[in-house]
């Protein structure tokens, strides 16, 4: 079992859609976000190993299932910085009713640093 746990982590940016990314007609402003918290629990039992001499790459994992609490809050906004005036939100993502597909937690070495 591992745990990640990260508090107030400000200024993530991010373009929300792929056309506010590259379509000069969506205007981007400068938008922030904080994630106010962020905890990952991973339940992980299955040992993998993987390994490959000539790429010089090694790693140990562990597969599993994991748990996902996050709560990140957006500022509200107004021209210049964004096109129009925007109302922040807050999004929190409940660990009893996410779903997780996959997880996995594990280290690995490569290039110079394999041993």
Known sequence: MATLRLKD???VFDAFTVPNSFDPAHALGFVSA?????RIDWNCTNPRHFSSAASRFAADFKEGSATIAVTVT???TAPPFTPAAQHGFQFTANPATSVTDFAQIGQERNGALFS
């Open 34 to 38: 904080v994630v106010n918290s962020l």
């Open 9 to 11: 982590i400000c200024s």
């Open 74 to 76: 957006t500022p509200s």
